[in-house]
């Protein structure tokens, strides 16, 4: 399990997360909604190390973070972030090898081999495999980014804005792809996200945010609710039942 307790974030004198306690559900999707800069993507950042919290703490499985070896903090977590794309020309194959690389520092055995392809084929990758990355579609790379996430092997698997610039299709494979991970895997995903659709149709848990506090949490069914989704948001949302999920219609 992941536990945030009490944790807070400030730049000098502005604070962008503010005292956020909150355990997240294991074998779930957990999603992460709320407006610009409501702190959704430090808390990303927080439970994956790449930034300090000014106060509180991260547990993982029991561990608090700031104890948690780098080496096999990276075979438990996994984390794409908006800016984790490679400047490097590499291929597609060459890209999920790097997954590996918490397990076996560089020295690929059969045993790593197999799992690389199993990771493509998969996420529909592996005729693609010899591709360079940046000749692919902006949807087949973030397929490849999850493709290293999933060659990873971790528990938890932490996604930001999965879904920015790509357009429907794309998406709605990509949210399939999580939920099939969730299930079939029993992967425990994170992701930041906008499309509350979306959220509505894959997640299962929720935590909403606003001005860096945390507002509502719970499963879907228990947040997706026009008054709850106002206090978040400011503005009028009609829930309609479709084939028995919430669909939320929206509009100025």
């Known amino acids: 399990m992941i536990e945030i307790r009490n944790i807070t974030k400030s730049y000098g004198e502005k604070t962008v997360v503010e005292d956020v306690s909150i355990a997240l ?23 994956s190390r790449l930034i300090a919290a000014n106060e509180g703490e991260v547990c993982i499985d029991g561990v608090s973070l700031a104890q948690w070896n780098t080496r096999e903090l990276a075979k ?14 590499i291929t597609v194959e060459d890209l999920v090898r790097f997954g590996r690389f918490p397990h076996s520092q560089g020295k ?3 045993a790593d081999q197999e799992i690389i392809d199993e990771a493509l084929s998969y996420t529909g990758l592996h005729d693609l495999k010899g591709r360079f990355i940046d000749e692919l579609s902006g949807g087949q790379q973030q397929m490849a980014y999850i493709a290293m996430a999933i060659a990873q092997n971790t528990k938890y698997i932490l996604l930001d804005e999965p879904l920015n610039n790509l357009d429907m299709r794309r998406s709605a494979q990509i949210m399939s792809l999580l939920r099939r991970l969730v299930h079939e895997k029993g992967k425990t995903v994170i992701v930041v996200i906008h499309d509350i659709n979306f959220v509505s149709f894959y ?16 499963p879907v069914s228990e947040i997706i609710k026009p008054d709850v989704l106002k206090d978040i948001y400011d503005m009028d949302i009609v829930v309609e039942d479709y084939n028995g999920k919430p669909l939320c219609v929206y509009y100025e």
């Not at 438990?76 to 020309?89: C, M, P």
């Not at 997640?203 to 719970?218: N, Q, W």
């Open 25 to 47: 559900p294991t074998g779930k999707i957990t999603a992460f909604i709320g407006s610009n800069g409501a702190g959704k993507s430090t808390i990303l950042s927080l439970v």
């Open 76 to 89: 438990h977590l996994a984390i794409l972030g908006q800016s984790t794309h490679f400047n490097l020309r």
């Open 108 to 110: 690929l055995d059969e």
């Open 203 to 218: 997640a299962d848990f929720i935590v909403a945010l606003k001005d860096g506090k945390l507002r509502h949490s719970g």
